[in-house]
């Protein structure tokens, strides 16, 4: 029932920042539990960040705690990746994933088997 887009995936250099936008068309995204994915070449995907239908719920994978931010912006129908000291292990397709939920919890934000709507991903590639 909703349509997810991602943007914002480039090349960049290892330390590097960069910015993934994640918009909602056909709902609002204000009604989704929200999260962020990633799949690193030859590897299966992971999970990097998610968060609540308001924001105010917020998990993100240890590798990347400290460095990602994720945000929303409900007004605009868009969930955010900050990515920030990027390195080159963080080089991967990046995917916007949503699901209609009551609540947010953490079993089920950090599983993507949970997760119904899926954009179709944004390659991000970091350079050494």
């Known amino acids: 029932q909703v349509h997810l887009v991602e943007s914002g995936g480039e090349l960049v250099q290892a330390g590097g920042s960069l910015r993934l936008s994640c918009t909602a068309s056909?709902?609002?995204?204000?009604?989704?539990?929200t999260g962020w994915f990633r799949q690193p070449p030859g590897k299966e995907r992971e999970f990097v960040a998610s968060?609540?239908?308001?924001?105010?719920?917020?998990n993100y994978a240890d590798s990347v705690l400290g460095r990602f931010t994720i945000s929303r912006a409900n007004a605009k129908n868009t969930v955010y990746l900050q990515m920030n000291s990027l390195k080159p292990e963080d080089t991967a397709v990046y995917y916007c994933?949503?699901?209609?939920?009551?609540?947010?919890?953490?079993?089920?934000?950090?599983?993507?088997?949970?997760?119904?709507?899926w954009g179709q991903g944004t390659q991000v590639t970091v350079s050494s």
């Open positions: 994933a949503a699901d209609l939920r009551y609540y947010y919890t953490y079993e089920s934000a950090v599983n993507e088997n949970e997760y119904d709507y």
């Open positions: 056909g709902r609002s995204i204000g009604s989704y539990v």
């Open positions: 968060i609540s239908q308001n924001g105010a719920s917020i």
